[in-house]
């Protein structure tokens, strides 16, 4: 069953109704018994098959046996290699005898 939102034109109380489809819209606010008016909700929306993103919902197995190329061509990270800092040569120059 969906879920619907009402607001009372009258006190401006926000509240949701839980109604079968079938069901006529609510006409009267359960706190001041002011008139209603039924809010236009974003309905949540799941996309499943192939043929979407590599996110989307599908099964992982799937993508493997395919040969998913998103996730083939994704940079490996780098691997952490201990630096140290380089040395440095002191450079000497011959004495000349003079």
Known sequence: MPLYDYKCSKCGHVFEALQKMSEEPLKYCPVCKGPIKRLISAAGVIF???GFYATDSGKKGERAEKGDKAEKTLPKPAE???S?????????TPKVAG
């Open 80 to 82: 952490k290699t201990e």
């Open 84 to 92: 140290k800092p380089a040395e440095t040569k002191k450079e000497t």
């Open 48 to 50: 499943k098959g192939s």
